[in-house]
């Protein structure tokens, strides 16, 4: 595991697409891309490659060859990850009229 400085203190790609993500509030959050990887922005982490190459700058998670990350998560955009299940349609309201 890297450690840096800033809001995560470090990551570490585990198998079956998730990761281990350590805050530097000493928080471990292991989080599962699985169900984003059909999505536009995360769909290129199901290659094993871009995934395995994710580390840390301390501020943001960082996915790719370093100096040119493909993917960048912010502590904003972690959070939404961790707290917004935006996998499914949402609650079924009925008819409105």
Same mark, same amino acid.
């Given at each position: 595991?890297?450690?840096?400085? @800033?809001? %995560?203190?470090?990551?570490? #790609?585990? #198998? $079956?697409?998730?990761?281990?993500?350590?805050?530097?509030?000493?928080?471990? *959050?292991?989080?599962?891309?699985?169900? $984003?990887?059909?999505?536009?922005?995360?769909?290129?982490?199901? @290659?094993?490659?871009? %995934?395995?190459?994710?580390?840390?700058?301390?501020?943001?998670?960082? %996915?790719?060859?370093?100096?040119?990350?493909? *993917?960048?998560?912010?502590?904003?955009?972690?959070?939404?990850? *961790?707290?917004?299940? $935006?996998?499914?349609? @949402?609650?079924?309201? @009925?008819?409105?009229?």
């Amino acid at each position: 595991m890297k450690i840096q400085a @800033g809001f %995560f203190k470090s990551v570490k #790609p585990l #198998p $079956r697409h998730k990761l281990e993500v350590v805050m530097q509030t000493d928080t471990h *959050i292991v989080f599962d891309f699985t169900s $984003r990887l059909g999505t536009m922005r995360f769909g290129a982490l199901a @290659g094993d490659e871009l %995934f395995n190459s994710a580390r840390t700058d301390g501020n943001f998670i960082l %996915f790719g060859e370093p100096g040119a990350p493909k *993917i960048r998560i912010g502590p904003t955009d972690f959070a939404d990850l *961790i707290l917004v299940d $935006r996998t499914s349609d @949402g609650p079924e309201y @009925g008819k409105i009229f």
